[in-house]
């Protein structure tokens, strides 16, 4: 229940036609529209020291994927986008969600022109909306409240169940061509 692929419907919604998704929760739960404040589901399962040891903060229901490749070429570079149920309401708090993509132990997915993983705190539209934004360059609004903690007139207006997202992100690494390369 907390990875799978994805063909869009609308390439908008997420920025790219199809990928993999993985979730802490159930993915189920990213298909929109946005009706629910706090959409979620537990998985039961533990964190990830990895992705502990960047959040600051313990991780709960770790969804990893691990795959090997041999590139023909270098850098490679893949496109992400990071969503979570925990914006805005959780945003600079101890409630973290983060995500990483490792390429032969390092991880890549940055926040860009920084040493910041991805994550609720460092990109972000504020908490409330508004006040103490992280690279909100990066972000993508989709809450059911306004900054006063009012419900928006018509709901949140990106298809997706997901409270906020980041714009389409690119993890670019040098890899070694023609070698195995570990991904995680």
């Known amino acids: ?3 799978g692929k994805f063909t869009a419907v609308d390439p908008t919604t997420i920025g790219f036609n ?8 159930c993915i189920s739960n990213v298909i929109g529209p946005n009706t ?19 959040a600051g903060f313990p991780t709960f229901d770790a969804a990893v994927l691990h795959f090997d490749l041999v590139p023909t070429r270098t850098p490679l570079t893949f496109e992400y986008v990071f ?22 132990g390092a991880n890549c997915a940055l926040v860009p022109g920084t ?8 990109i972000n539209g504020g908490n ?10 990066y972000y993508r609004n989709n809450e059911l409240r306004d900054a006063s903690g009012n419900f ?3 709901g949140a207006g990106i298809d997706t169940q997901l409270d906020g997202l980041t714009t389409v992100l690119t993890c670019t690494a040098n890899v070694t061509p023609v070698s195995y390369t570990h991904l995680t």
């Not at 969503?83 to 032969?104: H, I, K, L, P, R």
């Not at 409330?128 to 360059?137: A, E, I, R, V």
């Open 1 to 3: 229940v907390a990875a």
């Open 115 to 122: 040493n910041q993983p991805v994550s609720v705190n460092t």
């Open 36 to 54: 629910e404040d706090g959409a979620t589901c537990s998985n039961g399962q533990p964190g990830d020291p990895d992705l502990t040891s960047l």
């Open 18 to 25: 199809s990928g993999v998704i993985l979730s802490t929760g």
């Open 83 to 104: 969503g979570s149920e925990e914006y805005n309401e959780y945003s600079n708090t101890q409630f973290n969600d983060v995500f990483a993509f490792y390429v032969n």
């Open 152 to 154: 928006v007139s018509g």
């Open 128 to 137: 409330p909306l508004g006040t103490n934004p992280q690279n909100p360059q």
